[in-house]
Structures are given as C-alpha cells and as structure tokens.
C-alpha cells in the first residue's frame, strides 16, 4: 500500500544523467559509480563518500518488491479491510487533535481534512508503524535492481542532498520498502521539493512531527494538481436503465449532464453540475456505485492500485462525515487464478491487459468492457466465472 510515483530526471541541477550508471552487476561498483555520478553533479566528495561507504544490498526489499500484496481483493473485501471503526474513530480524533494544522492546510491548500486523514491512517496507522527498512539501503538496492531503476536513481540522489543538509541519516533512517519516510510517506525527492516545517522549529521532520508532515503531504498533493476547494469522489444512485459502458474514467461527462440521465447523489446533492466526472463501478452494475471528480486522478500519483485508490478516496469522505457506501449485491467475481486465465485469454485474443497477474487492473477492465460488448452482454467491465466460460 506504498506510493510509488514514477519520477522522471534527478534534483541536482546539472547533475550527469542517472541513465550513466548501468544496473546490475557488482553492487559494490554500483555505489563507486553512483558515488563518482554525485561527485561530477557538484556534491562534496567527503560527505559524498560517507554516505554510500556504509550502504548495503538489500534482499529483503527486492522480496517485498516482488510481492504482490494484497491487491486481488475487490473493492468491498479490500475496503472493508482497510476501514475499521477504530481507525475511523481516530481518524476523527485525529482530525479534532490537529485541527488548527488541518485549518492551515484547507486554507493554504483548499484540501479538505478527511483526504490527508486517510493517507495517515492507510500508509502509516496515523504515525504508529512507518516502517523499518533502512531506507538508503532500500534506495540504493532499488536503484541497482534492473526492474525500474529509473525511478529509484533519482531517489538516491535526493536522498544525498537531504544528508548535506542534515535531515537523513543513511545509518539510521528507516522507512518503507521502497524508500518512503514518515507519517504520510514521502519519498527523498518530494521531502526536498514539498517539505514544510509546518510546527516551525526550523526543521522539517516527517517522522516525528504531524504538522510537518500532513502539511508536507498538502502541498505535494498541491503540487500534483489538486484543484483546491473541489470535491474528489461522491457516491450516486444510478437510474434503471443506464448504460453501463459509460462507466470507467475512460467516459467523461460534467456533473449536469450526468443528472440529465438520472443519476442522482446517494446523500445531499451532487457538486457543481460543470465539474468534469466519471462514474465507477468497482465491482460492476450490481454493486457500490461513484462519482468521481477531476481529483479523484491525484490519487494515482500516489498509489497506482485503482482498489487501494478508491478505498483511499472513499475513507476520505467517511472521515468527511459520508455514509457507508451501499453495496449492492454484485455478481460473483473471479478468484486470483480465475482473474489470470481471464487476462491470459484476453491477451491471446490482442488485448493489452498488462502484466499476468491476477489483478483488476485498468487494462485488464477496457478489454472486459469491450468484450463484453461484442458478447451482448450489459458492458459493465465486472469480469465473472460466466464471462470466463463464454471466453
């Protein structure tokens, strides 16, 4: 459940191209080389030395890369999960406890309390677990791996800097497997582009100090585009007869045109009726049903899992005082293996469902939805046993 935002480029100004040092290979002449990269980009040679001299290969972060986690679970499983009524309860006493840095937030921001309670309460149980990798270690290791070291080089990096300017220890700083640190978990490059010392003592620590890092993570979801003051997910009634391939964040419409075909909010009202939106569909016509607004699309630069997405911006409205979605009765879905039979027909059928993996991904659902439209069948992008059959 760890952001992971792909980052192009390194921090340095003028720093030599990350893509200079090839991974893989002698993790040892990796971090000489990487060192000799630093170097060039115009760091301090001896600080530069002491912060990779102790660095080691990290196995344990490369298994817990590799692992899938928990993502199979469909909306209603994984969300039911993920929110509990104690988390809800502190959340809202959370919310009470900080709520002058949250007033700081909505009036700097315009980002509403529930949406960083939520980031809190999912990535780091609002502060209680922030994980215990050593996170250069973790950076480094991650950097070395040939999987997508484009977007860990960086990271190393930032991370360097950070240590110039003492906020990183690379001996003792702990955090996710894949590099994030603090309450809200934040990588090296975002601590260094978004970092706020919001309890003003002069320093930005995101691990020990809330107001430093739920105003660090305000102005990263700033810096990603959140529109301030707007809504980012609303859940809706749907009319009888609606047509179902017009749900999926692929189908746009504004606010009003979706009332002129019947949709209505579950509670109160739906916002501005000229706000782009999209309706979701989680586990198909027969089950919870959303609108979601333009940034609703945030979310993805933080966590690119569509449940963990949804399950995030939803928490966010509970913790904003929305009712418990109404779950409907959905059809059956398909189990772990079930789902990767499904992907492996529908890629030797030319459908680029990504990779195999049992997952409900994005292109896994369009290809389910174009499927289901050459079948005849109501093109609500839910894959089901039946689906499978007739395939």
Known sequence: MRKLVAIAGIVMAGAVSAQDVPCGGSFAQFKADMAAEAVAGGHDPDLTRRFFDGIQHSPSVLKA????????????????????????????????????????????????????????????????????????????????????????????????????????????????????????????????????????????????????????????LSHLGWRPGEPWLQEVQLPDGFDWSKAGLQTTHTVAEWEQMGVRARQGVLDDGRLASSILLPQGRGGPSFLAYPNFSVYFEWNQSFTYVLTAAYFGTRLEGAPVYDAGNPAQGLSGDQMKALQTKLQSMGYDVGKIDGILGAGTRAAVRDVQVKLGLPADAWPTADLLNRL
Not at 94 to 107: E, P
Not at 108 to 131: C, H, K, M, N, R
Not at 164 to 186: K, L, S
């Open 65 to 220: 890369d590799r692992r899938q986690g928990i993502f199979q679970d469909p909306f209603i499983t994984f969300s039911r999960k993920l929110i509990s009524q104690s988390r809800l309860d502190k959340g809202r006493q959370m919310g009470r406890s900080y709520a002058s840095v949250f007033d700081r937030i909505q009036s700097e921001y315009g980002i509403a309390p529930g949406v960083l309670l939520a980031f809190w309460a999912f990535e780091t149980d609002y502060g209680s677990f922030q994980g215990d990798f050593n996170t250069a270690n973790a950076l480094v290791t991650l950097a070395h791996d040939c999987r997508r070291p484009e977007i860990f080089r960086p990271q190393v990096f930032s991370a360097l800097s950070l240590y110039g300017q003492g906020d990183f220890d690379p001996d003792t700083t702990t955090g996710a497997w894949a590099g994030e640190i603090g309450m809200v978990q934040m990588l090296p490059k975002d601590i260094l582009e978004n970092g706020v010392d919001g309890d003003g003592d002069g320093r930005v620590t995101l691990k020990t100090s809330p107001a430093d890092a739920l105003l660090s993570g305000a102005k990263m």
